[in-house]
């Protein structure tokens, strides 16, 4: 069975609904068998519904993601009868909390510390209905290759009939994917099965009560020291530009850890301190502006101007030596320089996450330190979304390199509705200084109602005891 890959997302993960519904309409034109849609919206379509029907009545199966919600319901056209809709348990096999809740829930499958292909032959972690979806559509391929002319709902049956009962429909559907169960009854429903309306309660399948089989990966949803791993994330099938540009503001990203003169200890400058916002902005506009680059009024403060200054004087007196130390080989470019750059900035950007936020520990916003009682820094684990909102600061840096612009105090507030709002609705750590640093570097965010709303929410004063270095 062959495998096409139909790109109708943008750079940001977004697309128009006129490209699904193309998308689908190029499918039942070319013989396609089932259709994985790892995407989805809570707006419903008329036109949508129309091209899913289309594609039933052909003979496709379809598979869609229900949703990352929760209790908002299931997305469209996973909601639609015609398409099998999956929702995502952990390794435990329970259902994660952000899974999709409702009417229109099919099936649960693995969503959560999914190891995948990163970039440049890199395993990543990853999680999501979003991921739990293709391991239906790759149950759906194992039961066509028996036999390709069965007919959608036969197919559908029989995963809903197969799987572990592991909840209550409305939040776990069917219950839990079982393919091997699903191939070793195959015939015993085949014989069963006709293609007359089915009843709500008609079975063809014993119950299946096999207890849930626990896995755990060896990779982990994991740690923020791994700047690699959290770039891949970041930019994982949002990125359409040049890879071996990419792969240097990857490079980049990880340099602050690997050039000693950078290091924590040495530079604080680079992993998250002082105002980390007016720090990302002096680096990418490094990366811009080049030999022309000046951060003199890169905040009000004087003192913070002068970090800004150190970081940019150090970077270009860096020796050929301290770039291979880096993991810079071969001839070094002026080009070159700026995507390393970008990365720096996304190190500086999401240490600031990492290592200078607070968290709700033992009754009281708590700063994360690496080690003793509240050592959960660089845990991605610890406050929901922290690990979220930190890839997504990656990720607009990227987009900044990709428009050929530099960061400024917006990098920092989301621009995706839905983790904005996630993380409106639900305060589960906070950023040391962020409205006093954004209005440092621009006093104008004052008028700004919407990056205010988010930084007086997400904003915790607090004064260290540490010097600034700055070189």
């Known amino acids: 069975?062959?495998?096409?890959?139909?790109?109708?997302?943008?750079?940001?993960?977004?697309?128009?609904?006129?490209?699904?519904?193309?998308?689908?309409?190029?499918?039942?034109?070319?013989?396609?068998?089932?259709?994985?849609?790892?995407?989805?919206?809570?707006?419903?379509?008329?036109?949508?519904?129309?091209?899913?029907?289309?594609?039933?009545?052909?003979?496709?199966?379809?598979?869609a993601s229900a949703g990352n919600k929760g209790e908002q319901g299931v997305d469209y056209p996973a909601a639609f009868e015609n398409v099998i809709s999956v929702g995502a348990v952990?390794?435990?096999?329970?259902?994660?909390?952000?899974?999709?809740?409702?009417?229109?829930?099919?099936?649960?499958?693995?969503?959560?510390?999914?190891?995948?292909?990163?970039?440049?032959?890199?395993?990543?972690?990853?999680?999501?209905?979003s991921i739990a979806a293709p391991h239906v559509t790759g149950a759906v391929a194992l039961i066509l290759q028996k036999n390709q002319n069965v007919s959608s709902n036969f197919v559908k049956e029989l995963l809903l009939q197969s799987a572990k009962k592991i909840g209550d429909k409305n939040s776990t559907g069917s219950g839990l994917l079982d393919v091997e169960y699903a191939l070793a009854n195959y015939e015993e429903f085949a014989d069963k099965y006709d293609e007359s309306p089915m009843n709500n309660d008609e079975i063809l399948l014993d119950k299946n009560d096999a207890p849930i089989e626990t896995a755990e990966t060896d990779l982990i949803e994991g740690s923020w020291q791994d700047h690699y791993t959290l770039f891949n994330e970041a930019i994982a099938g949002k990125y359409n530009g040049t890879q071996q540009d990419l792969q240097k503001i990857k490079l980049g990203s990880v340099m602050p850890d690997r050039i000693y003169s950078l290091k924590e200890g040495m530079f604080p400058t680079f992993h998250g301190r002082n105002n980390y916002i007016a720090n990302t902005i002096a680096l990418t506009r490094l990366a811009v502006k080049g030999s022309s680059c000046t951060v003199n009024s890169i905040s009000s403060d004087p003192t913070e101007i002068s970090n800004a200054q150190g970081m940019i004087k150090y970077?270009?007196?860096?020796?050929?030596?301290?770039?291979?130390?880096?993991?810079?080989?071969?001839?070094?470019?002026?080009?070159?320089?700026?995507?390393?750059?970008?990365?720096?900035?996304?190190?500086?950007?999401?240490?600031?996450?990492?290592?200078?936020?607070?968290?709700?520990?033992?009754?009281?916003?708590?700063?994360?330190?690496?080690?003793?009682?509240?050592?959960?820094?660089?845990?991605?684990?610890?406050?929901?979304?922290?690990?979220?909102?930190?890839?997504?600061?990656?990720?607009?840096?990227?987009?900044?390199?990709?428009?050929?612009?530099?960061?400024?105090?917006?990098?920092f507030v989301p621009d995706d509705t839905a983790l904005r709002n996630t993380l409106l609705n639900s305060v589960t750590f906070k950023m040391e200084n962020i409205t006093r640093n954004a209005k440092r570097v621009n006093s104008s965010v004052a008028s700004d109602s919407a990056a205010m709303t988010f930084f007086n929410k997400y904003n915790y004063n607090y004064t260290h005891s540490y010097n600034s270095s700055t070189k």
């Open 1 to 63: 069975m062959r495998k096409y890959i139909l790109l109708i997302l943008d750079s940001d993960n977004k697309t128009q609904l006129s490209k699904v519904v193309e998308g689908i309409y190029w499918c039942i034109e070319n013989d396609i068998k089932v259709i994985n849609m790892s995407f989805g919206t809570l707006q419903y379509s008329k036109i949508l519904e129309q091209a899913v029907d289309a594609a039933y009545k052909a003979g496709i199966v379809m598979v």
């Open 90 to 129: 952990d390794s435990h096999g329970e259902k994660t909390e952000e899974s999709s809740n409702g009417k229109g829930l099919d099936i649960m499958a693995p969503g959560k510390q999914v190891v995948s292909d990163g970039l440049y032959g890199s395993n990543i972690v990853v999680g999501g209905t």
């Open 315 to 411: 970077l270009r007196t860096l020796s050929a030596e301290q770039w291979r130390e880096g993991g810079v080989s071969g001839i070094l470019s002026e080009a070159d320089k700026k995507l390393y750059y970008y990365g720096m900035a996304i190190h500086v950007a999401t240490d600031a996450v990492a290592h200078h936020s607070f968290g709700w520990k033992d009754n009281a916003w708590r700063h994360g330190q690496h080690t003793g009682t509240y050592g959960w820094a660089d845990k991605t684990g610890e406050f929901p979304n922290r690990y979220e909102y930190s890839k997504h600061i990656a990720y607009r840096i990227v987009r900044a390199y990709v428009a050929g612009n530099q960061a400024s105090y917006k990098t």
